[in-house]
């Protein structure tokens, strides 16, 4: 079974600040990861994700994310965030192979304050 | 990327009256459609997935009479809110994935929000 564990379910934060969004996983074998951006009252975007080689993973929106196996992680970062992106994050999961079902986290939502 | 679409957007409905929306590949043939389900500052939960062609795996506690599914072409899947009541009020989103090779991703619809009265 594999799960996704957003700890922090609000993160505000001033304009051109960096953030960081966490997220943990649990998966019984290896995973294909991923982060998603919801803006209000529409779908989600696909901002990055981690199939395979380098653990570090560049996205769209200057978004970056690493892929840490020791620690079952994959935070996102961005090093000074805009108004744009407040929004809601959701890290999810893939545990590869014939399962091709995406496991979301509760989601995140970023503020971005002036 | 890939385009999804999804619609209508919205549909406010009479409890009783059942709704479809319809969630299309528009660039990409999709093996499998997913439907999910996202309640108001919730994250999505998976209701089932449809193969072209076959019936709907449904996940555990969605009930299959109640949201039916059809994935008749590899562009096209629809889903069905049968006899839609309050509690189904709610927004639906819809993802495809072409099936080619080992998975990697699936693509987003826009959503369709569902009011019922």
């Known amino acids: 079974a594999q799960s996704v564990t957003q700890l922090d379910s609000q993160v505000p934060v001033f304009e051109e600040a960096p953030v960081e969004l966490r997220c943990n996983y649990s998966s019984s074998v290896s995973v294909y990861l991923f982060w998603y951006v919801q803006y209000p009252n529409q779908g989600l975007q696909l901002l990055l994700k981690?199939?395979?080689?380098?653990?570090l993973v560049k996205g769209i929106n200057g978004f970056e994310a690493e892929f840490n196996k020791s620690q079952t992680s994959f935070h996102l970062r961005k090093p000074s965030v805009h108004i744009s992106d407040t929004a809601e994050y959701f890290c999810?999961?893939?545990?590869?192979?014939?399962?091709?079902?995406?496991?979301f986290g509760k989601g995140t939502l970023l503020t971005v304050n002036p | 990327g890939a385009v999804v679409s999804q619609h209508p957007s919205r549909v406010i409905c009479k409890s009783g009256t059942s709704v479809k929306i319809e969630c299309r590949s528009l660039d990409f043939q999709a093996t499998t459609m997913f439907w999910y389900r996202q309640f108001p500052k919730k994250s999505l939960m998976l209701m089932a997935t449809?193969?072209?062609?076959?019936?709907?795996?449904?996940e555990q506690g969605v009930e299959k009479d109640k949201f039916l599914i059809n994935h008749a072409s590899l562009t096209l899947s629809t889903l069905t809110v049968t006899s839609a009541h309050p509690e189904d009020s709610s927004f639906y989103i819809c993802?495809?994935?072409?099936?080619?090779?080992?998975?990697?991703?699936?693509?987003f619809g826009p959503g369709t929000r569902l009011t019922v009265l």
């Open positions: 999810a999961v893939n545990s590869g192979g014939s399962n091709y079902k995406l496991t």
């Open positions: 993802s495809a994935w072409s099936g080619a090779g080992t998975f990697d991703e699936q693509f």
């Open positions: 981690y199939l395979s080689g380098s653990t």
């Open positions: 449809s193969n072209e062609g076959s019936k709907a795996t449904y």
